[in-house]
């Protein structure tokens, strides 16, 4: 059981836009930055968004991020099939014990 | 460039001992928080803890405190993940990654991961 919630799987069609969310609660998504991650099977994770909505050099402008209470949430707009991977979001959660918490993961299908 | 490189694929047995190593490049070793994170077998990420090699300072998430050890020898910049008894339950792979800041979930560096296998 994950801390933070995220629907199992998301789909869309190549150009489309998608969207993943991510719910916590006031001591980790409230209170601290959410952080994207994306995930090929077989690679490393690599971060995609950082501080709720900043993108790192190199990532496309298709991917945003927005947080707004205990929510957050990645966009991908433009659908492409090498978008098809496994996304995560993670933040500190500053409850009593102070920890990385992430979501479940998305798995997301390019159909 | 910065690089976090792993240690290869084990296969252990239930009970033995196993430490894993995350060798970084291309920055000052001392000065960034080193973090394991596990993915169990179909399974989404985990983070396990935290170290600084500066100091050693380390923390636990709670579901590992006891369970592993971390530990770093900044002479050669590389940082490790060590069990004294494995489980089947310890099978998954192993990132090491490198956090921007302490208390954040900002990892902006990973290693290409370490299958760890546990099977009688």
């Known amino acids: 059981q994950s801390v933070l919630t995220q629907p199992p799987s998301a789909s869309g069609t190549p150009g489309e836009t998608v969207t993943i969310s991510c719910s916590g609660s006031s001591s980790n998504v409230g209170f601290n930055y959410v952080y994207w991650y994306q995930h090929l099977p077989g690679t490393a994770p690599k971060l995609l968004i950082y501080r709720n909505n900043q993108r790192p050099s190199g990532v496309p402008d298709r991917f945003s991020g927005s947080n707004s209470g205990t929510s957050a949430s990645l966009a991908i707009n433009g659908l492409r099939s090498e978008d098809e991977a496994d996304y995560y979001c993670g933040t500190w959660d500053d409850s009593l014990n102070d920890r990385v918490v992430f979501g479940g993961g998305t798995k997301l299908t390019v159909l | 460039e910065i690089q976090l490189v792993q240690s290869g694929a084990e296969v252990k047995k239930p009970g033995e001992s196993l430490t894993i190593a995350c060798q970084a490049s291309g920055y000052t070793f001392t000065s960034y928080w080193i973090g394991w994170v596990r993915q169990m077998p179909g399974k989404g990420l985990e983070w396990m803890g935290i170290i600084y090699p500066g100091d050693s300072d380390t923390r636990y998430s709670p579901s590992f405190q006891g369970q592993v050890t971390i530990s770093a020898d900044k002479s050669i910049s590389t940082a490790y993940l060590q069990w004294t008894s494995l489980k089947a339950s310890d099978s998954g792979i192993y990132y090491c990654?490198?956090?921007?800041?302490?208390?954040?979930?900002?990892?902006?560096?990973w290693g290409q991961g370490t299958l760890v296998t546990v099977s009688s």
């Open positions: 990654a490198r956090h921007v800041l302490r208390n954040s979930a900002w990892l902006e560096y």
